[in-house]
């Protein structure tokens, strides 16, 4: 019994690691239908500000997590500014290629202005406390990134029923362009997109840096990779699904982990994967397939 | 109040209005007619912006040509498109909603008297829009475009795969609008309809204004008539 919670503890940390970030590409997703692959990068931009952090001696946990949180939803709305927004209303190949463009280049500046090689944090001691609960081992990390994706999930469902941007984010996946004909600037709902993104792989990121440790130019590659499947699983553009995805991938990774025998250990990503595959047979637009049709036409 | 002169408008590299000129008048209601690909909904495109168009859209005086599409609506324009084009998934109320995003003090207001006019919508205001029926999205669909309380309503073929018994209504309403001085441009295929509330009319046919006058004189001519109901 206890083992099964224990084990249900760490399916929901992993998963909530996997939908914040499934949340953040499926959002600019739905509305401009470009896939970021640059999103991994401002994971690593978060990363490298607790960095700097380090160096100007500010040690205190909340600023460095504050810090990294509005680094990387700062360097995700510049992102939109510089690269994303001449090539907004062009083909999405075009889009898709940029988001590559930009990846490689913040990697190779990563790489040349800080170094290939991992810098340590330790700032984020606070997440390593184990918390004694019921005979479990959960440890402060796995507790505070649940709680915190339960909170964000919440505050991104009133936000996108109750405000008129939230509102407008909604119907942008439809049909942008009546958006834009009700008056709304198409401009700030680009940028909210990139803002709640950026915010919601600043808030990844510290999860992320407190399980490894350290920060190197590849940190969000992984992550995002993850991130990118569970959006699949769940149905791309589909912000439940991606929230849903991610804790599905969470729980098989989980489940593999613990079921496969000790001689199979080596593969279990194989066997997530494996399993991501049949369940595409079974629905092979994820999920919750995400809306198409537009208003009544005839 | 709208004052179009030599309009063009393209869809890619194809021209598909040729220097039209019309005019619509503070609190008229002024019709485009004509057949399907006549270039009704590309001249309403281009007054949105939406369309890429040449020549001069002038608005209030002030020459709106050059401007993005969010700052042509907000001077005061309001559009109700052609297939409707309700938010399929955001329920009526979310709609209403964002008709009048940038008229947030009268929101509430507006809502409440919009549901005293179509006891359905009210009926239905936690339901997803796309799950009414054409006649009912396209009374959201006008009530949409009128919470921004515009100067002007552009009304895209509202009649449009409705049953004849809604289209009355819609055309009911559109005569209310019209007995409270809004200023109206409204492309139709249904001429008859159309010119029962039209003080003016302009006859589009491939990209060209082929004839243009009051409701009395398209009524007048035999010819023009046969030609236009022909063409309903």
Same mark, same amino acid.
């Given at each position: 019994?206890?083992?099964?919670?224990?084990?249900?503890?760490?399916?929901?940390?992993? !998963?909530?690691?996997?939908?914040?970030?499934?949340?953040?590409?499926?959002?600019?997703?739905?509305?401009?239908?470009?896939? +970021?692959?640059?999103? !991994?990068?401002?994971?690593?931009?978060?990363?490298?500000?607790?960095?700097?952090?380090?160096?100007?001696?500010?040690?205190?946990?909340?600023?460095?997590?504050?810090?990294?949180?509005?680094?990387?939803?700062?360097?995700?709305?510049?992102?939109?500014?510089?690269?994303?927004?001449?090539?907004?209303?062009?083909?999405?190949? &075009?889009?898709?290629? &940029?988001?590559?463009?930009?990846?490689?280049?913040?990697?190779?500046?990563?790489?040349?202005?800080?170094?290939?090689?991992?810098?340590?944090?330790?700032?984020?001691?606070?997440?390593?406390?184990?918390?004694?609960?019921?005979?479990?081992?959960?440890? *402060?990390?796995?507790?505070?990134?649940?709680?915190?994706?339960?909170?964000?999930?919440?505050?991104?469902?009133?936000?996108?029923?109750?405000?008129?941007?939230?509102?407008?984010?909604?119907?942008?996946?439809?049909?942008?362009?009546?958006?834009?004909?009700?008056?709304?600037?198409? #401009?700030?709902?680009?940028?909210?997109?990139?803002?709640?993104?950026?915010?919601?792989?600043?808030?990844?990121?510290?999860?992320?840096?407190?399980?490894?440790?350290?920060?190197?130019?590849?940190?969000?590659?992984?992550?995002?990779?993850?991130?990118?499947?569970?959006?699949?699983?769940?149905?791309?553009? *589909?912000?439940?699904?991606?929230?849903?995805?991610?804790?599905?991938?969470?729980?098989?990774?989980?489940?593999?982990?613990?079921?496969?025998?000790? *001689?199979?250990?080596?593969?279990?990503?194989?066997?997530?994967?494996?399993?991501?595959?049949?369940?595409?047979?079974?629905?092979?637009?994820?999920?919750?397939?995400?809306?198409?049709?537009?208003?009544?036409? =005839? | 109040?709208?004052?179009?002169?030599?309009? +063009?408008?393209?869809?890619?590299?194809?021209?598909?209005?040729?220097?039209?000129?019309?005019?619509?008048?503070?609190?008229?209601?002024?019709?485009?007619?004509?057949?399907?690909?006549?270039?009704?909904?590309?001249?309403?495109?281009?007054?949105?912006?939406?369309?890429?168009?040449?020549? @001069?859209?002038?608005?209030?005086?002030?020459?709106? *040509?050059?401007?993005?599409?969010?700052? @042509?609506?907000?001077?005061?324009? /309001?559009?109700?498109?052609?297939?409707? @084009?309700?938010?399929? #998934?955001?329920?009526?109320?979310? +709609?209403?909603?964002?008709?009048?995003?940038?008229?947030?003090?009268?929101?509430?207001?507006?809502?409440?008297?919009?549901?005293?006019?179509?006891?359905?919508?009210?009926?239905?205001?936690?339901?997803?829009?796309? &799950?009414?029926?054409?006649?009912?999205?396209?009374?959201?669909?006008?009530?949409?475009?009128?919470?921004?309380?515009? @100067?002007?309503?552009?009304?895209?073929?509202?009649?449009?795969?409705?049953?004849?018994?809604?289209?009355? =209504?819609?055309?009911?309403?559109?005569?209310?609008?019209?007995?409270?001085?809004?200023?109206?441009?409204?492309?139709? =295929?249904?001429?008859?309809?159309?010119?029962?509330?039209?003080?003016?009319?302009?006859?589009?046919? +491939?990209?060209?204004?082929?004839?243009?006058?009051?409701?009395? &004189?398209?009524?007048?001519?035999?010819?023009?008539?046969?030609?236009?109901?022909?063409? /309903?």
């Amino acid at each position: 019994m206890e083992f099964v919670a224990q084990q249900i503890m760490n399916a929901l940390s992993f !998963g909530a690691e996997y939908a914040l970030l499934a949340l953040g590409l499926a959002i600019v997703f739905s509305i401009m239908g470009l896939v +970021n692959f640059a999103h !991994g990068e401002i994971i690593a931009v978060g990363g490298y500000t607790m960095v700097a952090m380090a160096a100007l001696s500010l040690n205190n946990p909340l600023i460095v997590v504050g810090a990294a949180i509005l680094a990387a939803a700062i360097g995700a709305v510049t992102l939109e500014r510089v690269a994303f927004r001449p090539v907004r209303y062009a083909d999405p190949t &075009t889009g898709l290629l &940029t988001a590559f463009g930009v990846s490689i280049v913040l990697q190779n500046l990563f790489l040349l202005l800080v170094s290939p090689r991992p810098i340590a944090v330790t700032s984020l001691y606070f997440l390593e406390w184990p918390i004694p609960f019921v005979g479990l081992r959960i440890s *402060s990390l796995q507790l505070f990134e649940t709680i915190t994706t339960i909170i964000v999930i919440v505050v991104m469902m009133l936000f996108l029923k109750r405000t008129v941007l939230g509102l407008a984010m909604r119907a942008a996946a439809l049909d942008f362009e009546m958006v834009r004909l009700t008056g709304i600037k198409a #401009n700030r709902v680009f940028a909210a997109a990139f803002l709640i993104s950026g915010l919601l792989a600043g808030i990844a990121c510290v999860f992320i840096m407190a399980r490894r440790g350290s920060v190197d130019p590849h940190l969000g590659f992984d992550p995002v990779l993850m991130a990118f499947v569970a959006c699949v699983v769940g149905g791309f553009g *589909s912000l439940p699904g991606a929230v849903i995805g991610g804790f599905l991938l969470g729980a098989i990774e989980v489940a593999m982990l613990v079921l496969l025998p000790q *001689s199979l250990g080596g593969m279990t990503e194989a066997f997530v994967f494996g399993s991501i595959a049949l369940l595409l047979i079974w629905r092979p637009d994820g999920i919750l397939t995400p809306p198409r049709e537009k208003g009544d036409k =005839q | 109040m709208l004052v179009v002169q030599n309009l +063009n408008v393209f869809h890619g590299p194809i021209e598909a209005v040729h220097g039209i000129s019309f005019t619509v008048k503070e609190g008229s209601c002024v019709s485009l007619l004509g057949p399907n690909g006549a270039g009704k909904t590309s001249t309403i495109s281009a007054i949105t912006g939406v369309a890429k168009s040449t020549g @001069r859209i002038m608005f209030a005086d002030e020459d709106i *040509s050059t401007l993005p599409v969010e700052i @042509r609506i907000r001077k005061g324009i /309001a559009v109700s498109p052609e297939g409707r @084009r309700v938010f399929a #998934n955001l329920s009526v109320k979310e +709609n209403l909603r964002l008709g009048g995003a940038y008229n947030t003090a009268n929101v509430d207001r507006l809502i409440a008297e919009w549901f005293e006019t179509f006891p359905i919508l009210a009926e239905r205001r936690d339901q997803m829009a796309g &799950t009414l029926s054409g006649g009912e999205q396209q009374m959201l669909a006008i009530a949409r475009a009128l919470m921004s309380e515009p @100067r002007i309503l552009l009304l895209d073929e509202p009649s449009l795969g409705l049953a004849p018994k809604i289209v009355t =209504q819609i055309f009911e309403m559109i005569k209310r609008l019209k007995e409270k001085r809004m200023t109206i441009l409204l492309v139709e =295929q249904n001429a008859t309809l159309a010119l029962r509330l039209s003080d003016h009319a302009y006859l589009l046919n +491939n990209g060209l204004i082929v004839a243009d006058g009051t409701a009395e &004189t398209f009524g007048s001519n035999d010819a023009l008539m046969a030609e236009l109901t022909g063409l /309903a």
